[in-house]
């Protein structure tokens, strides 16, 4: 675990605590399904239409596994207050699936910490872009896609519940100026 000394400041907050840890598990895992049905309960109240995870394109646990994704569990003080899943689709920019943080835990700089973590670790695997998708009624999560560079793109599913779609080049950009075939030289 990262020590909090060095630990990213983002306006005056500390996004790392010494008392809270970012844990891979499987998604099956009781923290993993603690973490998910506070997520969908809560979204259940803050949807208009409310929330059914059986209309829900969710991912199935087996696509948030490693080889084809991750899935990781904010603990504070060893209780489970978050989540969030990387699914890395062949053939298809990697997807932030499922980021939730408990209200009280709320603040901490959890949400940003997940998407730092799951952007590190899909330029790891070799992705260079991540998408996601969200709903208008989470309004702190769509202030956090911008201010961490996500920029809004036309619709990449079909998922019932999302009204914006975003995306961000993680890895390297392609060289500008490179010499291909046909370049011609100084």
């Known amino acids: 675990m990262d020590d909090i000394r060095t630990a990213p400041r983002f306006h005056g907050v500390t996004t790392e605590r010494a008392d809270v ?13 603690h973490c998910l049905h506070s997520f969908f309960a809560e979204l259940q109240e803050r949807f208009d239409t409310g929330f059914d995870p059986a209309r829900s394109l969710l991912p199935d646990a087996g696509e948030l596994r490693p080889p084809h994704g991750v899935f990781l569990v904010a603990r504070l003080q060893g209780e489970p207050v978050g989540c969030a899943g990387l699914k890395l689709p ?19 700089g959890l949400a940003r910490r997940f998407l730092h973590e799951l952007e590190a670790r899909a330029v790891g695997l070799g992705r260079d872009v991540l998408r996601l998708d969200t709903n208008r009624a989470l309004d702190a999560a769509i202030r ?33 100026g490179t010499e291909g075939p046909g370049a011609s030289g100084p």
């Open 21 to 33: 840890t970012l844990d891979v598990v499987d998604p099956d895992h009781p923290d993993a399904r």
């Open 90 to 108: 062949a053939g298809a920019p990697a997807e932030v699936k499922r980021m939730w943080v408990a209200p009280h835990a709320r603040n901490l």
């Open 144 to 176: 956090l896609y911008h201010s961490a560079g996500y920029q809004e793109v036309p619709a990449f599913n079909d998922e019932p519940y999302a009204h914006l779609w975003f995306e961000k080049r993680i890895g390297p950009l392609p060289l500008q």
